[in-house]
């Protein structure tokens, strides 16, 4: 990370890392099974046959205790949304800032989602109705705040049995009102900040939520919205806790938006470049063979997206569940990680309810908020791994030297091939192998097709006549090592020979004849 820092310490005035959205799931362990719940129905006094009863009338319950809370806080009952599609986070949003709530309840909302519930069904060979888990749709409450610690927030309440519950954070939120009450003069972006007078407490403040005490933060909040809780389960009941996605994201603050535009090209082209399989593997600490290459008993699928983000652009590289991507906004560089799927990456840890005295093993990383240091520890490392390579798009190889290795004739098994033309009638084809669609899963002839068609190289040709053209210049870029072949497939993947030859070309083609000479001098 430094070495990207250094790169830019003339425009870049303050760095931040820490979480930014973090949601996390409470389940209460002992109602995970038809089983247990049957024995919990039985201490309470319930039968079988009458629990549909007992849980309906449960519902009502938290429901109109839910809706006089809404109406003594926020001055309105719960507003029930048709369906989940519609963005309720942004409904939110649009009354916090029209009814100008600074802290508090801003408002309840409903919906029909999908659940994990349980019904009666009657079983010939018992006799009587038996508990069964189901899956099914019902209310769920969400409760949104603008909270005088934590910042805007939400909880999602599952309204039937056994009462799921999911609290959504964000990290950047919370530092917000720590930076409010340390008279921190800041200025923010929905969570992007874009000025703050002391980055180093900043940092300070991101740092100490790792020290929290997450459990008890997440049972505060829960009876905050189910109060009722300790009546309808009992007191010996309590909620299991999962950090279920989190969101860590390291920030380059620059001065204003206009020092951002260049490096953040130059930047995004690397980014297509360096992002080959085998290296998103490497960020997200999936494993390879002592040679580099993807481990063949693994089967992660990678994919990489680019697309236009509010006002900038991102690129964004996954694994399976878990992701890192780099974009920008305002005048914020942002590489995060996003993990959904801890149990992908290896941390040395203790076994549950091994001595802390015994050695840690090496073991998956687990979802339960005791690993949360720990997979903001990794969350790090990925977001440095992507840095230090976007480090290295600096290269003093001076152009002459390259492009006089590939523009000359060269043979190859007895064959005679010419030299490549980058600026001119091979321009077209060398510019459509750094798109980053083709860094990672490859190029044929039918996509270099699809992609030349409109272009000078592609021109006055029927799709036939092109094929073969791609064909030929496929033969002439793998003789010249900037394409290889993927064995046992008619796809080819540009090499890192070709990924210089790109990168510089497009840096060529964007630069000023000023900025040319200035370097020349």
Same mark, same amino acid.
């Given at each position: ?12 005035? &303050? ?52 809706? *006089? ?24 949003? %649009?009354?916090?800032? %029209? ?22 069904? !009657? ?7 038996? +508990?069964?888990? !189901? ?63 002391? !980055?180093?407490?900043?940092? %300070? ?28 389960? &009992?007191?010996?009941?309590?909620? !299991? ?97 996003? +993990? ?68 000359? #004739? ?16 091979? *321009? ?9 669609? #083709?860094?990672?899963? &490859? ?14 190289? &592609? ?29 046992? %497939? ?32």
């Amino acid at each position: 990370m430094k070495a990207l820092i250094d790169r830019f310490s003339s425009s870049v005035k &303050g760095v931040l890392s820490g979480f930014d959205r973090i949601v996390f799931k409470g389940w209460s362990l002992p109602l995970m099974s038809a089983s247990r719940v049957t024995s919990f129905l039985g201490s309470k006094g319930v039968l079988n046959k009458d629990y549909k009863n007992w849980m309906v009338a449960r519902t009502k319950d938290i429901v109109d205790t839910a809706d *006089q809370y809404a109406r003594n806080n926020s001055g309105q009952p719960i507003i029930h949304i048709p369906t989940w599609r519609t963005r309720k986070e942004e409904l939110a949003h %649009q009354r916090r800032q %029209q009814e100008q709530i600074e802290t508090g309840l801003i408002g309840v909302r409903s919906c029909m989602e999908s659940a994990s519930s349980y019904r009666a069904v !009657y079983c010939s060979q018992a006799g009587f109705p038996q +508990i069964r888990n !189901y899956p099914t749709q019902c209310k769920h409450l969400y409760f949104y705040f603008d909270d005088s610690e934590f910042g805007f927030m939400n909880i999602r309440l599952q309204t039937w049995f056994p009462y799921n519950i999911q609290i959504c954070l964000n990290g950047r939120e919370w530092l917000r009102r720590g930076l409010e009450k340390e008279g921190v003069d800041f200025h923010v972006h929905g969570n992007k900040f874009l000025h703050i007078a002391d !980055y180093q407490k900043a940092q %300070q403040l991101l740092d100490e939520q790792l020290n929290t005490r997450f459990t008890d933060m997440l049972d505060g909040f829960t009876k905050r919205v189910f109060p009722g809780m300790e009546d309808i389960l &009992g007191p010996h009941l309590s909620y !299991y806790w999962t950090l279920w996605q989190s969101e860590w994201a390291t920030d380059l603050i620059f001065d204003n938006p206009d020092s951002l535009k260049a490096p953040m090209d130059a930047l995004l082209r690397h980014a297509h470049i360096i992002g080959t399989s085998t290296r998103v593997l490497r960020y997200l600490d999936r494993p390879l063979t002592k040679a580099g290459s993807p481990d063949g008993r693994s089967h992660d699928s990678v994919t990489t997206r680019l697309t236009d983000f509010n006002d900038g652009v991102r690129i964004r590289h996954w694994v399976d569940k878990n992701s890192v991507k780099l974009y920008n906004e305002q005048n914020n560089i942002r590489v995060e990680t996003t +993990i959904n799927a801890p149990e992908k990456f290896q941390v040395f840890r203790h076994k549950q309810g091994q001595d802390e005295d015994e050695p840690k093993q090496r073991m998956p990383m687990r979802k339960g908020v005791m690993d949360i240091p720990l997979r903001a520890s990794i969350s790090q490392d990925v977001n440095n791994r992507l840095m230090d390579d976007l480090a290295t798009l600096e290269d003093n190889t001076p152009i002459r030297n390259f492009m006089d290795e590939l523009t000359v #004739y060269i043979t190859k098994s007895g064959r005679r091939f010419r030299g490549l033309d980058p600026v001119g009638k091979d *321009q077209d084809l060398l510019l459509a192998l750094s798109d980053p669609a #083709y860094m990672i899963s &490859g190029l044929t002839n039918k996509m270099l097709r699809e992609r030349l068609s409109d272009t000078p190289f &592609g021109s006055g040709r029927t799709d036939k006549q092109l094929s073969a053209k791609i064909s030929r210049h496929l033969r002439l870029l793998r003789s010249h090592g900037i394409i290889r072949k993927i064995p046992r %497939q008619n796809r080819y993947q540009v090499t890192t020979k070709g990924m210089r030859l790109t990168n510089a070309l497009n840096a060529l083609l964007a630069a000023s004849i000023e900025d040319l000479l200035k370097i020349a001098a």
